[in-house]
C-alpha cells in the first residue's frame, strides 16, 4: 500500500485527535478519583475499563458525579477486551458511540497481573502440561518470549485505543501505579510500574503526557491527606 498523501482541503477539515494521558502514582493517591471527576465534568458520558477487581461504586458515589453518567466495562479476559475495542457487537458499538472520554484503570494491574497469567496459562498448555517435570511452579512458568509477548500486546492494544478513541476526538485516561528506581531507567527516582524494558521505553510514542500524581494535604503542619 502506497503513503496516503492529503489535500489541504481533506487535511482542513480532520478532526483534531484527543489526548491519551497516563497517570501514574502510589494506592489512594488519587489516581481514579481525580480522572473519573475531570473527564464527566469536561467531556460528558465516560467509558470506564476496569481491569481490577475491586469495586468502583465507593469511589464514583464520593466524586459526587452522576453514575448515570459512567458505563463500566469489566475486564475478564484478553480477547474479549480487544474483540470490546475492535469487533464489537452492535450493542457495545451503540456504547463506544456514545461515550465522550475514556477511563482505563488500572494498566500496570492488566499487564502485570491479568495479561501475565494468561500468558503463564497458555505456556503451561503448550510446553509443560504433558511432560514428565509437570508440577505446580511449571503452571506459572513464563520464558524471554513470553515477556516479549506481553509487551508486544500491551504495544498493540495501547494503538488499537488511539484507532477507537484518540482518532475519533474521545479523550483516554490510563491509570498506573508508581515504581520506585523502576529496572527500565534507574536514573528515574520513580515511574510507571510495568514489567519488562522495550515498552516502558516506548511509552512517549503511544502518550501526549505522562504525570505523577500525588497525595494532596490540607498544610505542611497536620499533613492531613485530601482526597
Not at 482518532?167 to 515511574?191: C, E, H, I, M, N
Amino acid at each position: 500500500m502506497r503513503l496516503k498523501i492529503l489535500s489541504e482541503k481533506v487535511f482542513e477539515n480532520l478532526k483534531p485527535y484527543a489526548k491519551m494521558i497516563l497517570a501514574y502514582g502510589d494506592q489512594s493517591a488519587g489516581k481514579t478519583f481525580n480522572s473519573i471527576q475531570t473527564l464527566i465534568e469536561s467531556f460528558g458520558e465516560l467509558l470506564i475499563i476496569k481491569c481490577e477487581g475491586r469495586s468502583l461504586s465507593e469511589t464514583i458515589k464520593l466524586t459526587g458525579v452522576n453514575p448515570s453518567m459512567i458505563t463500566i466495562y469489566e475486564y475478564t479476559k484478553w480477547d474479549d477486551l480487544i474483540d470490546f475495542l475492535g469487533n464489537p457487537t452492535e450493542e457495545e458499538q451503540q456504547v463506544l458511540a456514545n461515550v465522550k472520554a475514556v477511563l482505563i484503570d488500572n494498566v500496570s494491574h492488566l499487564m502485570n497481573n491479568e495479561l501475565k497469567w494468561e500468558i503463564e496459562d497458555d505456556t503451561y498448555r503448550r510446553v509443560y502440561k504433558d511432560s514428565k517435570n509437570d508440577g505446580f511452579v511449571n503452571e506459572n512458568r513464563m520464558g524471554m518470549d513470553g515477556y516479549g509477548a506481553v509487551e508486544s500486546k500491551m504495544s498493540r492494544f495501547f494503538k488499537l485505543v488511539t484507532t477507537a478513541f484518540i482518532r475519533q476526538g474521545k479523550p483516554v485516561v490510563f491509570t498506573a501505579l508508581l515504581k520506585s528506581s523502576p529496572s527500565y531507567d534507574r536514573a528515574l527516582v520513580a515511574g510507571p510500574n510495568f514489567i519488562g524494558k522495550a515498552l516502558p521505553e516506548n511509552l512517549k510514542s503511544f502518550f501526549d503526557l505522562i504525570g505523577r500524581v500525588v497525595k494532596r494535604y490540607n498544610s505542611e503542619e497536620d499533613k492531613q491527606q485530601l482526597v
